[in-house]
């Protein structure tokens, strides 16, 4: 009888730590993940719960809530941009929603349009589709608004931000380009609350290489008790009141190009940017006012290498993965680089794109663009616990999800866990 009591204790305790993914970076928009024990080996057809063929390739992330999973896709050679939803269970399309859009629109090759993640809080779920607009729907496909209102997007690499909703407000990055601004909307109607426009910049056409942009997307935090909602731009680190938009602090830091977004660990209460495109690195204690460059700034790193997924924090570690291939670790509280190894599997390329997820007894996963997954140890010392082939090009991150993984490839969406 205490062996079952004790058993029905321990999986209870289990399922409360399941949760959902509702955002790119999923549910602290850090890339943490309360779950542990989540999949350790597979493979393009093994240990897989399903895969659902896709029309055309995509860099977004799947997120998830309760039995639905949501990607955004373009259809149509590119003529539609649409949001999907899929039964987390079975793998099938339940709903998709969408909205045509003929416009030229500037991007890159290796960035399909609806580059950029949905979200959800569980009562709307809301898709970015760049000069598109941002459109917003009930978790049953039902329109809700719509803003395609908000101009265009002309980058020569596209765009790739995501929604980020917090209580009834959404943020959003518009950019990189001349009309890059922060945008805060009211969840349910759609309204502007409030904008912040930023410096846009050349788009890189016609040989003009003065790139500018930031693709980051805000991360919200309480600082000592007040509400800071955390942005890497071009050349600083900031937070501003998400109420009213007023910029709070600034620092220092960063170089022209920003491609993924910060972190912060609450411990320390310290934020976290790199740059990319040979960049910078810079940690600042949060919670300051004004120009904090020179008394809050605890490190800068004048170059690192190309990185463009975003990392996480660790028991006082950054770790994250940089373009050519490779996974590092860095010491927080100092930036000192204490490992960087290569993460190369059978695929063609050992580039890495995507963003890590960090399960909850410290686990990084992370999927490069040959197709190759690897599980490696969050750790002062580098430990490679399994590799894991794909077989097919993936550029998103990897969710989790109730025990199971989710990996967007550019042909298929796979969950990686028991049937």
């Not at 955004?72 to 050679?77: D, G, L, N, P, S």
């Not at 569980?122 to 607009?133: L, N, P, Q």
């Not at 609350?193 to 500018?212: C, R």
């Not at 800071?228 to 900031?238: D, S």
């Amino acid at each position: 009888m205490r062996v079952c009591l004790l058993l029905f204790l321990a999986l209870s305790f289990s399922s409360l730590l399941a949760e959902n993914w509702p955002s790119w970076r999923g549910p602290r928009g850090d890339g943490s993940s309360a779950e542990s024990n989540l999949p350790l080996h597979w493979s393009a057809s093994e240990h897989l719960a399903w895969k659902l063929p896709l029309p055309q390739p995509g860099n977004s992330t799947p997120v998830v809530w309760g039995n639905r999973v949501f990607i955004t896709q373009a259809a149509e050679h590119n003529k539609r941009r649409e949001l999907w939803c899929v039964d987390a269970s079975k793998g099938e399309l339940l709903w998709k929603q969408g909205v045509e859009y003929t416009q030229a629109e500037l991007t890159h090759s290796t960035n399909p349009y609806c580059s950029g993640s949905p979200a959800t809080d569980g009562e709307v779920v809301i898709a970015f589709f760049a000069s598109a607009g941002l459109h917003a729907y009930d978790l049953d496909g039902r329109p809700l608004w719509q803003r395609s209102d908000l101009g265009k997007l002309h980058h020569i690499w596209g765009s790739g931000t995501s929604p980020v909703i917090a209580g009834q407000q959404v943020f959003l990055n518009f950019g990189p380009g001349e009309n890059t601004a922060l945008w805060a909307f009211d969840k349910r109607t759609g309204k502007t609350l409030w904008k912040q426009a930023q410096q846009g910049g050349a788009s890189g056409e016609a040989g003009n290489k003065q790139w500018l942009g930031s693709w980051a997307d805000p991360l919200l935090k309480t600082v000592h008790g007040r509400q800071e909602l955390l942005m890497a731009w071009p050349r600083e680190v900031c937070a501003y009141d998400p109420q009213s938009g007023s910029k709070l602090w600034s620092c220092a830091g960063l170089n022209a190009l920003v491609y993924n977004s910060p972190l912060y660990d609450e411990q320390r209460q310290l934020v976290v940017a790199f740059g990319g495109y040979g960049g910078m690195g810079v940690a600042v204690r949060a919670g300051g006012s004004g120009e904090v460059t020179e008394n809050r700034r605890l490190w800068h790193l004048p170059k690192v290498s190309q990185r463009i997924g975003s990392g996480v924090l660790h028991d006082g570690l950054h770790l994250i993965l940089s373009d050519p291939g490779f996974a590092e670790c860095r010491d927080l509280a100092s930036g000192e680089l204490l490992w960087n190894e290569r993460l190369k599997g059978a695929g063609a390329t050992g580039q890495n794109w995507s963003s890590l997820l960090l399960s909850a007894d410290g686990r990084c996963y992370a999927v490069n663009q040959g197709g190759d997954a690897f599980v490696f140890k969050a750790g002062r010392r580098f430990e490679l616990l399994a590799q894991n082939p794909m077989g097919e090009k993936v550029i998103g991150s990897i969710a989790a999800s109730q025990g199971r993984l989710y990996i967007r490839g550019h042909r298929h969406l796979f969950c990686i866990g028991k049937p």
